[in-house]
């Protein structure tokens, strides 16, 4: 009998766009494997084609697991995805896998599932939807002068132009009255099975141009009218996404909530959205640029072998 060390899971990472859900299915075919998601968007069963989850003809070929699996009303956090992913791995194993595939392009659901996440205090929710709020009327520069007073070590190491890894660190620093650093010890958690990370990577060019191409697709498919679905939950940290945030800006425009008045072009910022087209642009920018810190958070992880497209 063997033990789950002889047993393997094959990560599948890289940036948004490159072909991860292809080649995960290729994989999982090989291994006569489901997939196991993590990405931490397309959980939520109210968003899919902002997010991206994979098509009809596609989840049909390969058992899915963590696709549309939660709802953007529950704060659902790396940690929560931690156990249950685990779960799910080890309960797999023991029905006789050898192999998993797990697929996707969040990197800190990713380092949860490999080296495990220290003991951070629970979310305090009214806190966190307070933060949120200044967050969306503030912007993240706001609470990341808060971040630099108050735990400096944590704001020169998250991603602080992600506006929910900042409102995380923030929520324990004004939760606890202690740095968020603090509660991190760097001890790595063993997993009792392999673990092989495989990084997608293309051209530059072809990505950017990739990315275009879907943020253009995207739209054909209906996402304004998904957008506006959700619209009620925008303040939700799940609905703090590329792809949703541009079009409720223009949302907002449309409705004489914001103004061109006083704005120019040498102004910083992107100024109001004041039409689809300008709401495309930015989401495809926005994405690009998603794309670029994703390929940068993972070039330091000297684990994953990388193979270009």
Not at 60 to 75: G, K, P
Request: aromatic share 8%.
């Amino acid at each position: 009998m063997k033990t789950k060390m002889s047993k393997k899971l094959i990560i599948i990472l890289g940036p948004t766009a490159v072909g991860k859900t292809d080649y995960s299915i290729e994989t999982a075919l090989k291994y006569d494997s489901p997939i196991i998601s993590c990405d931490s968007r397309q959980i939520y069963r109210e968003m899919s084609i902002g997010t991206a989850v994979p098509s009809a003809e596609q989840l049909a070929a390969v058992q899915h697991y963590f696709i549309h699996s939660h709802t953007v009303t529950e704060l659902y956090t790396a940690g929560k995805y931690e156990l249950e992913a685990l779960n799910l791995i080890n309960r797999l194993f023991d029905e006789g896998h050898e192999t998993l595939v797990m697929a996707g392009g969040s990197g800190f659901y990713v380092d949860a599932l490999v080296n495990g996440l220290d003991d951070f205090p629970s979310a305090d929710l009214e806190l966190r939807n307070e933060l949120m709020a200044r967050l969306k009327e503030e912007g993240v520069e706001s609470l990341r002068a808060q971040l630099h007073k108050l735990d400096p070590q944590s704001y020169n190491v998250i991603d602080i132009a992600n506006g929910q890894r900042v409102v995380r660190a923030l929520e324990v620093c004004l939760m606890t009255g202690k740095p968020f650093s603090s509660f991190k010890t760097n001890q790595l958690k063993k997993r009792d099975f392999e673990i092989e990370k495989i990084g997608l990577t293309r051209p530059r060019d072809v990505l950017y141009d990739r990315i275009n191409r879907r943020v253009i697709q995207m739209i054909d498919d209906g996402l304004v009218e998904e957008v506006r679905s959700v619209e009620q939950y925008r303040n939700l940290a799940a609905l703090q996404t590329v792809g949703y945030k541009e079009i409720f800006d223009w949302f907002d425009y449309e409705a004489g909530l914001v103004s061109t008045e006083g704005w120019g072009p040498t102004m910083p910022g992107d100024g109001p959205v004041t039409s689809l087209d300008r709401a495309v642009e930015l989401i495809q920018r926005n994405t690009r640029h998603y794309a670029k810190r994703q390929l940068s958070y993972w070039k330091r992880d000297k684990d994953i072998r990388w193979l270009e497209l």
